[in-house]
T-cell receptor
């Protein structure tokens, strides 16, 4: 089955630790995205990548870092510099260059920092 | 960036049509309107999108006003499984051509009643 996988579903970390969230897709999509969702709120864009070895900051990039070494993978690192890291994190992907390119979302990772 | 406003919550009787309104009065001429839904703690699921014309697919219909300042998502025969948060989203171009981000609002929590 084609799709986007995120692991793990739930993640717990102590304050001050960096943590990396996994996102893998087998849809052969060029563009990938990371969003953050807080309770009762919509999604906000953290980082996005249009092609391998290239990525750009979204609206709330501070305290986060990403890499795009392979087309199918776009891991997100939540660093200790992120002031309020507890949230639901969603990864998405889309084809590049078409006007109708909907984004496909993964199941999400819920991060809790203790 | 264009912004969307939606009612916080709505109820609908099972088997009846659910009409979910959305205001996007600051939308630009080339910005699409997308609708997604999110069941608790899952990734958003694509429903439908449109630019100017009304659209219909197997899940729903999208009615966009002539001035494009508002739209309505119609679920023709709501079922209990349609209970979810529905997001009206404006898609805007970012980076080089062919990449887009979604501007999420806070969504409408639809409850389908038996």
């Amino acid at each position: 089955d084609g799709g986007i996988t995120q692991s793990p579903k739930y993640l717990f970390r102590k304050e001050g630790q960096n943590v990396t969230l996994s996102c893998e897709q087998n849809l052969n999509h060029d563009a990938m995205y990371w969003y953050r969702q807080d309770p009762g709120q919509g999604l906000r864009l953290i980082y996005y990548s249009q092609i391998v070895n290239d990525f750009q900051k979204g609206d709330i990039a501070e305290g986060y870092s990403v890499s795009r070494e392979k087309k199918e993978s776009f891991p997100l690192t939540v660093t200790s510099a992120q002031k309020n890291p507890t949230a639901f994190y969603l990864c998405a992907s889309s084809p590049f260059g078409t006007p109708y390119n909907e984004q496909f979302f993964g199941p999400g990772t819920r991060l809790t920092v203790l | 960036d264009a912004k969307t406003t939606q009612p916080t919550s709505m109820d609908c009787a099972e088997g009846r049509a659910a009409n979910l309104p959305c205001n996007h009065s600051t939308i630009s001429g080339n910005e699409y309107v997308y609708w997604y839904r999110q069941i608790h703690s899952q990734g958003p699921q694509y429903i439908i999108h449109g630019l100017k014309n009304n659209e219909t697919n197997e899940m729903a219909s999208l009615i966009i006003t002539e001035d494009r300042k508002s739209s309505t998502l119609i679920l023709p025969h709501a079922t209990l499984r349609d209970t979810a948060v529905y997001y009206c989203i404006v898609r805007v171009a970012i980076g080089t051509s062919g990449t887009y981000k979604y501007i999420f609002g806070t969504g409408t929590r639809l409850k389908v009643l038996a």
